[in-house]
């Protein structure tokens, strides 16, 4: 059973720049969501994709913005990256109906902006 | 607004000692609770879980209690290993969903 993917897992970009995350989920779970984690605090929900629909958003700007595809693989896209955007973005990938709240999450991207 | 508190940032234990690792929260309304555990350089991975029907959940050495009019859940590890050494996070998931709301977290060390 292949586990939760994330690529690339450090990436270096520059204010005002765009930047794709790329997430592919463990076999045979529909669901995936994405996380932010910033230094020195838990992880912080972005939103979530089910059948290739948003059906769930945290309190993030619209220039963050994702994609899931017919595969379950997903993308996080973040435009005009911003100083406060140097986090590890997690993925995590569930079944819808599985156990309450377990979510499998990928090793994640660390972004860093200057 | 924090709804789910991890007040104590670290926390060190001898080997073979209990841990206790706290959470507070502050919506009477959450039905389910978890723990993720986190290494360095790994995503968190799923440890525990309790309903709040009940008030103790127990996985081997790992142990949560909920105390639902103290709005507390508390992280038992008995006997403490240094393979233990980690960052553990309370969580809450809305509604049913996977929607969680983490904790900042609690860093233990295990000390052989």
């Known amino acids: 059973e292949t586990g939760v993917t994330q690529s690339p897992t450090h990436l270096i970009k520059t204010r005002g720049q765009q930047v794709t995350l790329r997430c592919s989920s463990q076999?045979?779970?529909?669901?995936v969501s994405w996380y932010q984690q910033a230094l020195g605090q838990g992880p912080q929900f972005i939103f979530q994709y089910y059948r290739e629909e948003e059906n769930g958003r945290g309190n993030f700007p619209p220039r963050f913005s994702g994609l899931q595809f017919p595969n379950y693989s997903s993308e996080l896209n973040v435009n005009a990256l911003e100083l406060d955007d140097s986090a590890l973005y997690l993925c995590?990938?569930?079944?819808?109906?599985?156990?309450?709240?377990?979510?499998?999450f990928g090793e994640g991207s660390r972004l860093t902006v200057l | 607004d924090q709804q789910v508190k991890q007040n104590s940032p670290s926390l060190s234990v001898q080997e073979g000692r209990i841990s206790i690792l706290n959470c507070d929260y502050t919506?009477?309304?959450?039905?389910?609770f978890l723990w993720y555990k986190k290494y360095p350089a790994e995503g968190p991975t799923f440890l525990i879980s309790i309903s709040s029907i009940k008030d103790k959940n127990e996985d081997g050495r790992f142990t949560v209690f909920l105390n639902k009019s103290a709005k507390h859940l508390s992280l038992h590890i008995v006997p403490s290993q240094p393979g233990d050494s980690a960052v553990y996070f309370c969580a809450v998931p809305w509604a049913g969903s996977y929607q969680l709301t983490f904790g900042k977290g609690t860093k233990l060390s295990v000390i052989p």
């Open positions: 995590a990938s569930s079944i819808t109906g599985g156990e309450n709240g377990e979510l499998f």
């Open positions: 919506n009477s309304m959450f039905d389910y």
């Open positions: 076999s045979g779970h529909n669901t």
